[in-house]
């Protein structure tokens, strides 16, 4: 916790003279009213590649592809929309979200189908050949999507989307929407609640 501290400003220009703790002590010892600043010492423009750190930045992640294949966060640059959820939520959200993405292309729309183990699955999921067979069989009752859409085991690479959308971890709906801005942080994210013109707004800050 911060420890208590006492500090005096000058009554005329609000300036800070002395700021007195029990481990710092500071005190101006001389005040420059004269002084030249150059501009950018105190600029708040951001550097070239840099981003604002508005939102959060989605781990890398690499799944299987349902329809075979692989599906990766990186062969897919922002803006982005991504939709998490079971198939029946992932495939009513894409349905909404084609029309005002130009048919899922602008911004591009891709889909993390959430996929839990039921109680009497048999095997592994720390097994590789058993978590590649259950993939196999959660994209195989899924069917086919209008967009790339990955098998998240667990939700587990969707997770800090679900998350952000106050979605408790292990849940698979509601279904969960997150808009990736141009410089790869998660600007907004939602849930199927979102009304088409709210979608539409998230959408359009993207460009």
Avoid: C
């Amino acid at each position: 916790m911060p420890e208590p501290h006492e500090m005096s400003l000058d009554q005329t220009t609000g300036l800070l003279v002395k700021d007195e703790g029990a481990s710092l002590s500071i005190a101006a010892s001389e005040v420059d009213f004269d002084r030249i600043i150059d501009a950018g010492a105190f600029s708040t423009e951001l550097p070239a590649g840099a981003h604002d750190g508005s939102g959060p930045r989605l781990e890398d992640f690499r799944l299987p592809r349902v329809g075979g294949g692989e599906l990766a966060l990186a062969d897919y640059p922002p803006p982005l929309v991504i939709v998490v959820g079971d198939a029946a939520g992932v495939r009513e959200m894409v349905a909404r979200l084609l029309p005002l993405t130009q048919g899922g292309v602008r911004p591009r729309v891709i889909g993390l189908l959430v996929a839990v183990p039921p109680p009497d699955w048999k095997g592994s999921l720390l097994n590789p050949a058993d978590a590649a067979s259950f993939a196999a069989e959660a994209s195989k009752a899924a069917g086919p999507f209008p967009v790339p859409v990955g098998v998240d085991i667990k939700g587990a690479a969707g997770y800090q989307i679900s998350q952000a959308a106050g979605i408790e971890a292990g849940q698979t709906t509601p279904t969960a929407i997150a808009f990736i801005a141009s410089d790869g942080t998660m600007a907004h994210a939602s849930t199927d609640a979102a009304t088409d013109g709210k979608l539409r707004e998230l959408i359009d800050a993207l460009q």
